[in-house]
């Protein structure tokens, strides 16, 4: 497999040659990019000599010996992962902000392969609250950044900002490349956002679903190979690139939605926030103010419930619990009574996770086990999710019980 590294000026550029050689230990075929920065204290010389290829030191070749003049996005495409290590503050910056001012961040706008970051500076920078929003958002945009270390710095410091131990790296590069594809062959029936019912024609009982949480599982699934049927109600997202998407704004109309995809599908995960309830009469004029009003509610369908009466043997079915109270103990009952495979559940009563949030932090619930799955941005925490499901099924209960999902769960 090929890996680029991109190399950014930093006092650990030295240790990104150490970095090549572990690289290349796990059979990997490693493609050098510099930056001017990065050219100021190693010398292109030591990386060429290492890699067996020219270093790209320039945007600019012009389709010269130094390179095809679209090399960018020759590479781009070639590419199985980018690697930026050390990663500097003003590299992060200009990711962050969608800069293409040289090779390095031209190549990082125009890859659709998976980024590893692991950032290197000192303790002020990289505690900084630009730098902290700007990996955030780099998060955000897919990426996985690696923390520094905490330890004595090369400006004579101490803390936080050491580039992460070389094998940390190498591990979470094998670890990002493993999961390319890992979900080739499934097709991922999801649900995401809150339903809305109508009460009148302008009004309706909706929820403070944003859908960010779907979406995120979505991208990740369509990214890891996934055919995706996004069956989704409103949001205020854009539609993940790469998937179905089925829009619908009622619970009923989203029951229909997914009994009528279901065969299709191989794992079914319901993200959205359906509606427990809906209006029993829906007034057919806007209703005005005139004293006290009384709405009588009905149930809605247990759309989870239908789903895993009707699922084909061997289809994985997940679902999405937003608890305020004694959430463990809710989640697990709720997993029993509607038989699904797991539970992602979210304790909604924590500040700044959740719903309408762009981080969230939730408990893999299967009948035996309860993973913890820390604080983390939606999207890495889609990925998550995605890998603890993968690892639901075993190859037995694959071979044995369905010709769907043959991808998942086969050791890769
Ligand atoms: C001696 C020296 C050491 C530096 N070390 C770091 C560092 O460890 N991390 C960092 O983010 N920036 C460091 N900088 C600043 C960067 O080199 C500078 O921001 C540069 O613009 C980075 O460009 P690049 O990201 O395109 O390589 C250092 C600068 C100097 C002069």
């Known amino acids: 497999m090929k890996i680029t590294l991109g190399v950014t000026g930093g006092i650990a550029a030295y240790k990104a040659a150490e970095l090549l050689r572990a690289l290349q230990a796990k059979a990997l075929d490693v493609q050098v990019v510099m930056t001017e920065g990065a050219q100021r204290f190693v010398q292109p010389l030591t990386f060429a000599a290492l890699s067996g290829h020219r270093v790209i030191t320039s945007l600019w070749n012009e389709g010269t010996a130094d390179g095809p003049a679209m090399e960018h996005i020759e590479l781009a495409q070639r590419t199985d992962a980018l690697l930026v290590a050390p990663a500097s503050a003003d590299t992060l910056a200009r990711f962050a902000a969608g800069r293409a001012d040289d090779f390095l961040s031209t190549l990082y706008l125009a890859t659709a392969a998976p980024v590893v970051l692991a950032p290197a500076m000192n303790v002020r920078m990289w505690e900084h609250a630009a730098t902290q929003s700007n990996v955030a958002l780099l998060e955000e945009h897919g990426a996985t950044a690696i923390a520094p270390e905490a330890g004595a710095l090369a400006c004579g410091m101490y803390g936080s900002g050491r580039l ?3 094998q940390v790296v190498v591990e979470t590069v094998l670890s990002v490349l493993d999961r390319r594809e890992d979900l080739a062959g499934e ?3 999801l649900s995401a956002g809150g339903t809305r019912e109508a009460v009148d024609p302008v ?15 979505a991208e990740a699934a369509s990214r890891r190979g996934a055919r995706v049927i996004l069956v989704s109600a409103p949001t205020a997202l854009r539609a993940p690139g790469g998937c179905e998407m089925v829009p619908v704004t009622t619970a009923g109309e989203m029951r229909a939605a997914l009994l009528d995809h279901l065969p299709q599908a191989s794992v079914v995960i319901m993200a959205a926030a359906v509606s427990d309830y809906r209006p029993r009469l829906v007034a057919e004029q806007k209703l005005r ?20 009466r009707h699922r084909a043997p061997g289809m994985l079915v997940v679902g999405f619990a937003a ?13 029993l009574r509607k038989g699904a495979d797991a539970i992602v559940l979210n304790d909604v009563s924590r500040e700044g996770v959740g719903f309408d949030s762009d981080r969230n932090a939730a408990t893999f619930l299967t009948p035996t086990t309860a993973t913890e799955l820390p604080e983390m941005s939606k999207r890495v925490l889609a990925d998550r999710i995605l890998t603890e499901v993968r690892q ?3 190859p037995q209960t694959m071979l044995s019980e369905s010709g769907a999902g043959a991808g998942l769960g086969q050791g890769r």
């Open 164 to 166: 992460a131990d070389t």
């Open 187 to 189: 097709t991922v029936l």
């Open 203 to 217: 009004r309706f009982l909706g929820n403070r679903s944003s859908g960010k949480m779907g979406y995120a599982l």
């Open 289 to 308: 103010r005139a004293g006290p009003l009384t709405l009588e509610l009905e149930p809605t369908e247990d759309i989870l419930s239908e789903l895993v």
């Open 323 to 335: 608890e305020t109270e004694d959430a463990l103990a809710s989640g697990r009952a709720k997993l």
């Open 392 to 394: 639901l099924r075993r």
